[in-house]
C-alpha cells in the first residue's frame, strides 16, 4: 500500500467483497473486520478517512486522545469534527495513555471517557492503549471493550500501519484470511494522502503549515493582528 486515498479506497472495495465491517461495541466474536484508528495527530486527518469508509459502507472505531500535545478535543473545531466522525457511522473510542498513571488504570481511563462521551452524547465503550508497546504497558481494560484484550485481539489476525510499516504482511493478502478468523486492523489516518508516498517529516510539515493558516485565519479577526500582519511586523510564512 502506497498510503494513498485512492488505494485505501481499493483497498476497501476489496474488503467488501469479502465481508462485513463491525464496530467495537458490536462485536460479538463472528468473523468479521474490525477497522480501527488511533488518533494520535490529527483529527482533521481522521475526519478525511471517515468521509472516504462511508461513502464505501465501511463501519470503523475512532480512538482519540484526550490528552493529546497536538490537538485539544475540547476546542470548538474539534469538537464538530468528532460528531462529523460519529455521524458518518462510526464509533467513537478512547485512545488511552496509560503511562500517564501509576496505578488504578480502568479509573482513570473511566474519568477520561466520561470526558470523550460529554462531547458526543453517550457513553464511551471501547479502549485501545497508547503506545503499549514503547511504554511496555498492558494493563487489563476490564471496563471497556479492550481493543487489546483477547476477545479482539490475536497477533495472527491483525494487521497494523504502525510507522508506515506492515511488518512483512501484505494487506490484500492478509485481508483473506477473514475466512479463517475475525481480523482487527489498525490504519493510522495521518499516513494517508492524496497523492501517497509521504513520510513521516513532510506530513508534519504540512500538519503544522496547515494549523498555522488556519490559526492566521481565525486571528485575522483580531483587528490588531490584522493590522500587524498587512503591515508585516513579523516575519510569518503563509501562504
Same mark, same amino acid.
Request: aromatic fraction near 14%; charged fraction near 25%.
Given at each position: 500500500? %502506497?498510503?494513498?486515498?485512492? #488505494?485505501?479506497s481499493?483497498?476497501?472495495?476489496?474488503?467488501?467483497?469479502?465481508?462485513?465491517?463491525?464496530?467495537? /461495541?458490536? !462485536?460479538?466474536?463472528? *468473523?468479521?473486520?474490525?477497522?480501527?484508528?488511533? %488518533?494520535?495527530?490529527?483529527?482533521?486527518?481522521?475526519?478525511?478517512?471517515?468521509?472516504?469508509?462511508?461513502?464505501?459502507?465501511?463501519?470503523?472505531?475512532?480512538?482519540?486522545?484526550?490528552?493529546?500535545?497536538?490537538?485539544n478535543?475540547?476546542?470548538?473545531s474539534?469538537? /464538530?469534527l468528532?460528531?462529523?466522525?460519529?455521524?458518518?457511522?462510526?464509533?467513537?473510542?478512547l485512545?488511552f495513555?496509560?503511562?500517564?498513571?501509576?496505578?488504578?488504570?480502568?479509573?482513570?481511563?473511566?474519568?477520561?471517557?466520561?470526558?470523550?462521551?460529554?462531547?458526543?452524547? #453517550? /457513553?464511551?465503550?471501547s479502549?485501545?492503549?497508547?503506545? $503499549?508497546?514503547?511504554?511496555?504497558?498492558? $494493563?487489563?481494560?476490564?471496563?471497556?471493550?479492550?481493543?487489546?484484550?483477547?476477545?479482539? !485481539?490475536?497477533?495472527?489476525?491483525?494487521?497494523?500501519?504502525?510507522?508506515?510499516? !506492515?511488518?512483512? *504482511?501484505?494487506?490484500?493478502?492478509?485481508? *483473506?484470511?477473514i *475466512? #479463517?478468523? !475475525?481480523?482487527?486492523?489498525?490504519?493510522?489516518?495521518?499516513?494517508?494522502?492524496?497523492?501517497?508516498? #509521504?513520510n513521516?517529516?513532510?506530513?508534519f510539515?504540512?500538519?503544522?503549515?496547515?494549523?498555522?493558516v488556519d490559526?492566521?485565519?481565525?486571528?485575522?479577526?483580531?483587528?490588531?493582528y490584522?493590522?500587524?500582519?498587512?503591515?508585516?511586523?513579523?516575519?510569518?510564512?503563509?501562504?
Open positions: 500500500m %502506497i498510503f494513498s486515498y485512492n #488505494e485505501l481499493c483497498f476497501y472495495k476489496r474488503i467488501n467483497e469479502l465481508g462485513d465491517t463491525v464496530l467495537f /461495541k458490536d !462485536f460479538e466474536g463472528q *468473523k468479521c473486520f474490525l477497522i480501527r484508528h488511533d %488518533i494520535d495527530w490529527d483529527l482533521s486527518a481522521a475526519h478525511e478517512m471517515a468521509k472516504i469508509e462511508n461513502k464505501f459502507g465501511i463501519k470503523a472505531t475512532y480512538f482519540i486522545l484526550i490528552n493529546s500535545d497536538n490537538y478535543v475540547l476546542s470548538k474539534n469538537r /464538530k468528532i460528531l462529523n466522525i460519529k455521524s458518518l457511522n462510526h464509533e467513537i473510542g485512545h495513555d496509560a503511562s500517564l498513571y501509576v496505578d488504578d488504570f480502568n479509573f482513570h481511563a473511566q474519568k477520561e471517557a466520561k470526558i470523550l462521551g460529554s462531547i458526543i452524547g #453517550e /457513553k464511551i465503550n479502549v485501545a492503549l497508547h503506545n $503499549p508497546s514503547v511504554n511496555n504497558l498492558y $494493563p487489563e481494560m476490564n471496563s471497556f471493550n479492550d481493543a487489546y484484550s483477547e476477545v479482539f !485481539f490475536n497477533p495472527d489476525f491483525y494487521l497494523s500501519d504502525a510507522r508506515y510499516d !506492515f511488518r512483512g *504482511k501484505i494487506p490484500l493478502e492478509f485481508i *483473506k484470511k *475466512k #479463517e478468523n !475475525f481480523l482487527q486492523i489498525n490504519l493510522h489516518p495521518i499516513h494517508f494522502s492524496e497523492q501517497g508516498h #509521504e513521516y517529516v513532510i506530513t510539515n504540512k500538519m503544522l503549515e496547515q494549523r498555522l490559526f492566521d485565519q481565525n486571528q485575522m479577526k483580531n483587528s490588531t490584522k493590522k500587524n500582519r498587512t503591515n508585516n511586523e513579523y516575519s510569518i510564512n503563509l501562504k
